[in-house]
């Protein structure tokens, strides 16, 4: 039987199809960190992430960062999804780095592994993880939509990255130019929990010029690599 992996995902509708293969589900505001606890527990093939989203920063209570880190020390969880995302209009950047900057050294002072969600801040994410180096429980950029240059960079600090749905998009040429660029050995798939994982491996092994059983193991292995302890 072919192996599959999620690496990236979030909480489905109740009622939906859970995906019979280990994945990455990953929660992004104080709201939801419970329920992706109580789904990971559940269902043995998740691997749950708590983090606090570029998205949310803004809307979180002042005791967010206290409340994360005692559920990363009390359960077996990575790290994110948190990161940068300047794409977004009135943002306050500095907010949003210093959340992902304390995030950052929770994933260090914890070992756990970090997935991050980027866009447009690819400067400032480098700058970020050299000033903190990168968490070596595992590291990953999730949806990965940069420049086969700044893949480059990322792959030589050990970091991962992990391509989504986009890659179906006939507009994301740029994205699957750096998926054909891309090191086997530091490349993920994922669903961000709306694509369907066939589909996206089906189209990513086309792109690369390799079987799709191949890659499937490549990923699955990869998987292991990058969230070690948590990979089930
Ligand atoms: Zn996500």
Request: net charge neutral; aromatic share 6%.
């Amino acid at each position: 039987m072919t192996a599959f992996f999620d690496a990236h995902g979030h909480l489905l509708d109740a009622g939906s199809r859970q995906p019979d293969y280990p994945r990455v589900v990953c929660g992004t505001c104080e709201s939801d960190w419970e329920a992706v606890l109580a789904h990971a527990i559940s269902d043995e093939r998740v691997i749950p992430m708590l983090g606090l989203h570029p998205w949310f920063v803004e809307g979180a209570s002042p005791k967010w960062l206290p409340r994360l880190e005692s559920l990363l020390r009390s359960h077996p969880v990575g790290m994110g999804e948190c990161g940068l995302d300047f794409a977004r209009k009135d943002t306050d950047r500095l907010t949003q780095e210093a959340a992902f900057r304390a995030q950052l050294r929770l994933a260090h002072d914890l070992h756990r592994p970090l997935a991050m969600h980027v866009v447009r801040a690819w400067g400032r994410i480098l700058d970020l993880l050299r000033e903190e180096g990168v968490p070596p429980a595992g590291t990953m950029v999730h949806a990965y939509a940069g420049s086969p240059e700044t893949a480059r960079k990322l792959q030589s600090m050990g970091v991962f990255l992990s391509f989504s749905g986009d890659i179906l998009k006939p507009d994301r040429s740029k994205v699957r130019e750096s998926l054909r660029t891309v090191d086997a050995t530091h490349l993920l798939l994922e669903t961000d929990g709306t694509a369907d994982l066939m589909r996206v491996l089906e189209r990513a092994a086309e792109i690369r010029g390799v079987t799709r059983e191949s890659l499937a193991a490549q990923t699955r292995e990869n998987g292991r690599r990058c969230f070690q302890e948590l990979f089930r």
